[in-house]
């Protein structure tokens, strides 16, 4: 960036760099005034003022100007009795610090302005300026300050202190710091000044965080940050800005700006509230969301969220929002997917106030609500499962939020987390003789226990389920049942009666227009009819329930019916089908993860079967770190195996056929690259082995018109 001004100022530009308080803008405007090259196009008429050391007015400005370019002008009443002066000559300028005299708000604003501006049109004169604010000239080339590199980071700290004996402690903290240098240049004041080593400064950052960054110079980001919010132009926005700007400080992400009207509806001039933020270097846009820098959010965040209305308005709205029931067949269902860009803010508000207000019903009830929503929208596991399961059993919340979080360890893959989850939650709802929520978890119970190969156990859970339903009168219960007994009946190898168990259930889900459990059904229908070989049936199957889904746009569910057909042609060798399937597939789980590693596994099998044995190493052992994350423990395990397999066949010695062309390459772009072959013929066939040719590729230009292609070893 430093190079970038110098090239500016030396073709006489007007500059103006724009930042946060603390970001470096005096710093780097020091650096390109005492630049050689900007030394040697302006000479001695390199000026700088700081103009938050005069009162803002035009005169006081006129007065500043006139003494520091040497015009000898006293009181001048306008830029014209200085413009022979400024005009004489080719001068650098620098206005620091000058949204002190800029911020429309303040007295003499359009005066001040137009004097500025007025300046900046100067042929010969680069007038830079520093501000945190964005009304500058419009002649002026504005470049937004930056925060560091991690690197440019360590060197700012080290520079102040050096002695650091466990780096990546050292890093953590500049990273907590978003590499902001004036919170960098006070942390190594402070760690210098109290001779700490790397452990006590962890421990100190630990329990204070940004309020241990103040000098015994007295310097400290608190001012800093307080200057800007003294500015004529913030508090111009109310008394009520205060606050807006903690609940901005609040949420990781910030505010997005597409929920300010259900957010702040009380304020009719929120969208002008949250621009000022940003023309004030308070907060910046990142997207679609109004965030700030770290420093900021922790100075401003509320010490106490409960004290702060605003804070507590905006958890109700959230709150209100997640109580939707999502429901595939209601209207409103794609609606819920809000949560997919604010999963960070809301999970970050749930983990605050279920610690500071444990026996709010009302956040229980949200935390639920939020871990359902993940369920459907964004398969990831949540920091709030360890609170959930901290519960006292006797609390009211404890069993619904277990049955929540057992579906969500289904959908990424952690099947024995997820029946354990499911049996203490049946333990809890058998104690409080809630029948009903002990046949939806029976039901529920008995689906894990297909999934693990205990059939037997599953079909009397799916059976006590039926029967607690039909007691009930609870018909959908009941069809629910039929569903899971058809899995666990196809599971425990007997097909006809599963594929009249899913029948039934299809008519029935149909009557009553349960049309996502039609398509899920229909997709079950289809992995009985191929356990049972009636491949085209299948395919008939699963493109129903594809139609279906896609009907309704269920990203979930065409997710798994493209992996299902793609999984089928791969199986029938029909490479080209398999990989349009996977390719649909992964489109449909760019925001689950989980899904996009079943995808991944999908294609690492698929380049496995093509020989593509590089490619599919890859494409397994980045399936298996995603499998790794969540505790996906069966995906993983046969990931692992896949990768043996792979492995396995680099390591062997390829086996060339003499009379079958393969059409395929003749030498593995994976073989070592120094390895050396010789041919020997055995039983009609060219086996390649290990030799001491000089040259690879003298070895391929002997042989390679031979008309011989190669087998792989597994086959």
Known sequence: MIDEIVCLAGDVKPIALIGVGGIGKTSIALKVLHHDRIKQRFGDERRFIRCDQFPSSCSHLLSRLSKAIGAGVENPEGLAYLRPFLSSKKMLIVLDNAESILDPEGANAGEIYAVVEELSQFDNICLCVTSRISTIPSACK?????????????????????????????????????????????????????????????????????????????????????????????????????????????????????????????????????????????????????????????????????????????????????????????????????????????????????????????????????????????????????????????????????????????????????KRLLIHTLRLWRERGDDRAVARTLRVLSEANQRMGLHDEGIRQAEEASQIFKGLGDSMGETLCLKALAMLLKSNKQPDAAEEAASRAIDLFSKKGKFFQVSSSRRLLGHICESKGEIEKAI??????????????????????????????????NFEDAQVHIEHAKSHSVKHTYHLGRAMQLQARLWYKQNKLGEARSEALRAADLFEKFGAVENLKYCRELIQRIEGDMDKPVVLNNSVDSGEPLFRSDATSHAYYCFTSRAGHWTLMMTSFTSLPIFQEHFLHMSISHRTPRH
């Not at 000022?276 to 100075?299: E, G, Q």
């Not at 139609?547 to 060798?573: E, Y």
Request: one cysteine or more.
């Open 142 to 418: 504005t470049l937004d300050i930056p925060t560091l590199s991690i690197a440019a980071a360590r060197d700012v700290f080290h520079c102040i202190y050096e002695d650091v004996e466990q780096p990546d402690l050292l890093d953590n903290i500049l990273c907590q710091l978003d590499f902001h240098p004036l919170s960098i240049t006070l942390l190594a004041t402070v760690a210098h000044q109290n001779k700490w080593n790397t452990d006590r400064l962890a421990k100190e950052w630990e329990g204070q965080r940004t309020r241990m960054l103040q000098t015994m110079h007295n310097r400290s980001l608190a001012a800093t940050i307080e200057l800007s919010l003294s500015s004529p132009m913030f508090q111009e926005l109310g008394p009520d800005a205060r606050g807006l700007l903690g609940v901005v400080a609040f949420f990781p992400q910030g505010v997005d700006e597409k929920n300010l009207d259900w957010l702040f509806s009380t304020f009719s001039n929120r969208t002008n509230i949250f621009d000022k933020f940003c023309i004030l270097s308070l907060a910046y846009r990142n997207n679609s969301f109004v965030t700030m820098l770290a420093p900021l959010r922790d100075h401003l965040c509320p010490k106490d969220p409960l004290s702060s209305p605003l804070l507590r308005m905006t958890k109700e709205r959230y709150f209100t929002r997640m109580s939707v029931n999502i429901d595939p067949n209601d209207p409103g269902f794609q609606e819920s997917r809000w949560i997919t860009s604010e999963d960070v803010n809301v999970e970050h508000l749930l983990d605050v106030f279920t610690t500071i207000d444990a026996n709010s019903d009302s956040t229980w009830d949200a935390c639920a609500d939020f871990v359902d929503h993940l369920t459907w929208h964004k398969n990831r596991l949540t920091i709030l499962g360890s609170k959930i399961e901290g519960l006292p059993d006797d609390h009211w919340a404890k069993p619904n939020c277990l049955y929540v979080l057992s579906r969500l360890f289904r959908v990424v893959g952690n099947r024995m987390e997820r």
């Open 540 to 573: 008939e199957h699963f493109k129903a329930a594809l139609g279906t889904a896609a009907s309704f746009t269920w990203t979930d569910q065409l997710f798994w019916v493209h992996r299902d057909l793609a999984d089928l042609f791969l199986k029938k060798d």
